[in-house]
């Protein structure tokens, strides 16, 4: 019976490849591409990020995009990130202000960095670096998943999976980057565990449009922390670029009963 991992039945050769192509994956396949080295990417998921998640991007991140020479595309797709705006805990958007949760925001301004951080959310910047992978002519898949892999002296054997299709292909490649996040396949085929408190918690999350952002203005917030209501305790809230000339787009979070408050934070504006 033939080994699927045999170097010598390999379908296809490549110097990196990088499993998973979210912020990561392709943040370092990007950095890779300017130094001359196309890998391949593969992604199980169908495309990029459908939800803000990560929503703000520190001025050292902002320092090594620039870099790559992408800080001027990231900057006409982030929102407004004003210097003296916080992380609020408030009474309610309209009511009174009881805490700055971040006053210090020296991560993404200082006089020590050319560049500032933003606020830009994942489902933003995501497609941002999707261009300028595919510009740089990496091999990126998506709906494409590791399956096995298989590390000796000279390299590593692996098989990968169309999930639209069900064909598995072979790739001999010189090195392994798993960017796969924390569920990732090849943390667990090499027995890497984990420690710490594990799932700290479960959230429900829901997009929305609404004319809020001068109740944001008038708070000075970028994110707000509000009293617990009856059925959640958090809500998060985070702006993205709409043809709108207000900001309209927002996603709602919520944590079922964990912690007294919830938060709001802004997603979108428009340019």
Request: proline share 6%; glycine share 8%.
């Amino acid at each position: 019976m033939n080994n699927p991992l045999n170097n010598s039945l390999s379908d296809e050769t490549v110097p990196v490849l990088v499993v998973g192509g979210s912020l990561v994956g392709l943040s370092f396949s990007l950095f890779l591409a300017r130094q001359g080295i196309k890998p391949l990417v593969v992604e199980r998921h169908p495309g990029t990020a459908i939800h803000p998640r990560v929503s703000s991007l520190t001025a050292r991140t902002m320092e090594i995009y620039r870099m790559a020479g992408i800080e001027e595309d990231i900057r006409r797709e982030e929102p407004p990130f004003p210097r003296e705006f916080g992380v609020m805990f408030v009474e309610s958007l309209a009511g009174q202000m009881f805490d700055n949760l971040m006053e210090d925001m020296s991560a993404y301004f200082t006089d020590l960095s050319p560049v500032a951080g933003n606020g830009i959310a994942q489902d933003l910047l995501e497609p941002v670096l999707r261009a300028q992978v595919e510009q740089a002519s990496v091999d990126l898949r998506y709906n494409v998943e590791l399956i096995e892999f298989e590390p000796d002296a000279d390299g590593i054997s692996v098989v990968i999976r169309d999930r639209i299709s069900g064909e598995t292909r072979r790739v001999r490649s010189e090195y392994l980057v798993a960017a796969d996040g924390s569920k990732s396949v090849t943390r667990t085929q090499l027995g890497i565990g984990q420690h710490g408190e594990g799932t700290i918690c479960h959230l429900i999350s829901m997009v929305f449009d609404a004319d809020i952002h001068e109740l944001f203005n008038s708070q000075n917030a970028h994110m707000c922390f509000l009293p617990m209501i009856q059925q959640a305790e958090v809500w998060c809230c985070t702006p993205e670029l709409t043809g709108d000339p207000i900001y309209t787009d927002w996603t709602l979070y919520m944590i079922p009963k964990r912690k007294p408050w919830r938060i709001i934070q802004r997603n979108a504006v428009s340019g």
